[in-house]
């Protein structure tokens, strides 16, 4: 008998995320709970410069937030269960 085990699913992705590399970010966020930069560059194999646009654009929208560690989104942020 195989056993599947499922990740978390994001059912409906904000609506400000309109390009692919912002939806990249956002989703791998919401998988790994907490990335630096350097993760996400390392994992999505974008330039950094790209990572940085990106984390930027989507904290000055209110989805993301930095913290000490990295980047989480903003949901997860505020989840007293991930917080």
């Known amino acids: ?12 992705l904000p609506a ?3 390009s692919a590399q912002s939806k990249l970010v956002y989703l791998y ?6 990335a630096t ?7 999505l194999g974008l330039r950094k410069l ?3 646009s990106v984390v930027g654009s989507l ?8 913290t000490e ?3 989480v989104t903003a949901a997860a942020a505020t989840d007293p269960i991930t917080a």
């Open 16 to 18: 400000e995320l309109e």
């Open 37 to 43: 930069a350097t993760d996400l560059q390392q994992a």
């Open 59 to 66: 904290s000055s929208r209110g989805l993301l937030e930095e």
């Open 50 to 52: 790209a990572i940085l």
């Open 69 to 71: 560690a990295g980047y």
């Open 1 to 12: 008998m195989e056993t599947t085990t499922h990740s978390p699913r994001v059912d409906e």
């Open 29 to 34: 966020l919401e998988a790994a709970g907490e």
